[in-house]
């Protein structure tokens, strides 16, 4: 079974936000075209076996969330009966877990 990707508001801010942040950087369209295409190839590639991802826990417990890795940043997503959900996109760099969870 292959699962369709579903991209949550927040995770299209994120990825929108990324792009701006290349763009920025290289001030080349293609190129955060390209950043952006690779990273959402890297989540396409758990359509065959989304459990395959890293796992998210927090003090050992399973929190629900798996992720993958893209360069400098972690995609969070769910895997629901059908389709894997995108959460967030963050930089791996941030507090991930008060981002996702809060205080």
């Not at 894997?84 to 996702?100: C, F, H, N, T, W």
Request: glycine share 6%.
């Amino acid at each position: 079974m292959s699962y369709s990707i579903r991209y949550t508001p927040e995770s299209q801010r994120d990825i929108e936000g990324i792009w701006d942040g290349v763009f920025e950087v290289s001030k080349d369209y293609d190129t955060a075209d390209r950043y952006i295409d690779e990273l959402m190839d890297t989540v396409a590639g758990k359509k065959a076996f989304p459990l395959s991802g890293t796992p998210l826990r927090y003090r050992g417990l399973f929190t629900g969330f798996y992720y993958v890795k893209y360069k400098k940043y972690l995609v969070f997503y769910r895997v629901n009966d059908s389709y894997i959900e995108v959460i967030r996109v963050i930089m791996s760099k941030m507090d991930y877990m008060r981002i996702l969870f809060g205080d």
